[in-house]
Each structure stands twice: as C-alpha cells, then as structure tokens.
C-alpha cells in the first residue's frame, strides 16, 4: 500500500511542466486599476500539519497531495503535564502517509477525500502492537464565504465528515463516524500573510469524545519560489488533556503548480499519556 501510494505520487510528478495547466497556487498579479493589491490570495491552500487558508481551488482544478509524518513518543507523563523518558523496552512510533485529494467542483466550493495510511510499532511492556492500514478516510466540502479584499480578510468554513473505517484494536484509528466543523481566515500583506482556523469536532460514542482546535500559521512570501511559515496547533481532546505544536518550515514552489514542503513539529506544551518531543512531516503537492 505504501509503495502503491509513493509510486502513483512519483507518476504525476515525472510529467513535463510544460503538458502542465497554469498553476492556481501563485495566482497572476491583479490588475491595479480594480482598486485591490497584487498579493492578495497570494498564498498556498494548506500549510504542514493542521493549518489552512481560506482559499480554494477555481472550478474544474485538481490539486494532489501526499503528506508524510513521523511520530516517535520519547517521553511518557508521570504526573501533570510533567514527563520522564520512556522507559527501558518501551516505544510509541508511528510513521503516517496520508493521500488528500482536492477538486473545485462548483463556485466557490472545493471538495476533498483523504486516505490515512498508518504504520505502527508500540510497545507498552504488557501491550505490543506491530500494525499497519487505512485509518479514519475523511471528506470535507470548503466553501468560500467572504473573498479578500484590501481591507478585509478572506474566510471560509470547511465541514467535514470521517468515515468508521478504523480499526482501533490495532490502534489505527476508530470504528465510529465523526464530524468537524472548521474555519479559514486569511489576510495578505505585500511580504507576508496571516491565517487563523478555529475547529470542532464531536462523534457519536457515550461519553466525552469532542476535540476543540485552533491552529494559525504565518506565512512568508518575500522570495518567489521558497516561502518560510511558521505554523501553531492546539488540540484539546475531552477527558484525554491537550497539547500545543509549533511548526516552523519551508515550503519550496519547485514547479509551475508543484510545492514541496517540509517542517519540524515541535510539542512545546502537552498533558497527554506520551509526548513527542520533537517530529517530522514533509509533503508534496501539485495542481492540474
């Protein structure tokens, strides 16, 4: 499943720039005379792990994406948000690649599909879990409710549905529907451009199972092909704790319509059972 996944990415990637239609990601620059600046809209649809804008793809555009994550819990919580090193033997790794793909389906809607594929390897001493599959694949329609103007930012609201395709006796995810509710909200300046989505999600389970988000980034645009950002995740889950995520890195428009990126996810706060200090996500994208 994994190399099925690298390879159908590499596939679409090997085409020619050229047989390629014009990117949607660095919109060309406005006319002056209809009173907006240049670089508004002027960012990428989604940042690392969490943090979106709220722009959407234009009617009848594709964009694909394959997301990769490493997860590597090196600390356990002894007490109160305090933690210790995992102790002799015992390890939580999980490596995730996940398969998103947007369609601009009618004006000022985009729609989109994503496949979480999960490899695990946990060890808890009494509980050994060595698993890989499909988790929870998830839909969601992004509807652009405000465009940006000069003085007034963008936003859009996202509404999302997570299918029961888990399997959490092998820890890869739930066997239970789930919904979310998200929005997007961006503002772009000449360099750089701001991007706020609160979230909320809730499923059918007894007992409290909602999670609470916020996740920001901030994005800069100064150079024409590599763009630095910064992004903040914060997760709230129910009788499970919270923790906050801080994500610099670089995205690299490395082709008309193409981008890379790469960040490192860095826990700065975190009540949860085991804490990854420090991890890694990288991801490729292209638009047709």
């Keep these: 499943m994994k190399c099925m996944m690298w390879c159908t990415l590499a596939a679409f990637l090997a085409l020619p720039a050229a047989a390629l239609p014009s990117s949607t990601s660095a919109p060309a620059v406005q006319d002056k005379s209809d009173g907006l600046d240049p670089w508004l809209n002027k960012y990428c649809i989604s940042f690392f792990n969490k943090a979106r804008s709220a722009k ?140 706020l989505n609160p979230g909320y999600k809730w499923d059918k389970k007894d007992g409290n199972n909602n999670e609470t988000e916020l996740n920001a980034a901030i994005l ?8 630095p950002a910064i992004e903040y995740n914060y997760l709230y889950k129910e009788d499970a704790g919270h923790s906050q995520d801080i994500l610099p890195g670089l995205i690299w428009k490395y082709r008309k319509g193409g981008s890379i990126k790469a960040a490192l996810q860095i826990n700065v706060d975190s009540t949860f059972s085991y804490r990854d200090r420090v991890g890694l996500m990288f991801s490729i994208s292209q638009h047709f």
């Excluded at 997301?67 to 995730?96: A, C, I, L, T, V």
Aim: charged share 25%; with cysteine; hydrophobic share 35%.
């Design 56 to 195: 959407i793809l234009p009617v009848g555009r594709w964009q694909v994406s394959m997301k990769y994550q490493e997860f590597d819990m090196d600390q356990k919580e002894k007490y109160q948000g305090h933690y210790n090193s995992m102790p002799s033997g015992r390890y939580k790794d999980q490596d995730k690649w996940t398969l998103c793909i947007k369609y601009g389906w009618i004006k000022d809607h985009q729609i989109a599909v994503g496949i979480p594929y999960c490899d695990n390897r946990f060890n808890y001493g009494s509980v050994l879990n060595n698993s890989s599959g499909v988790g929870n694949i998830f839909i969601f329609d992004k509807w652009s409710i405000l465009k940006e103007t000069n003085n007034f930012p963008a936003v859009s609201v996202d509404f999302w549905y997570y299918f029961p395709s888990g399997d959490p006796g092998r820890m890869l995810g739930t066997d239970d529907d789930a919904y979310k509710v998200t929005t997007e909200v961006s503002k772009a300046w000449k360099d750089f451009s701001l991007h």
């Design 220 to 227: 800069f645009t100064s150079m024409k092909t590599l763009w």
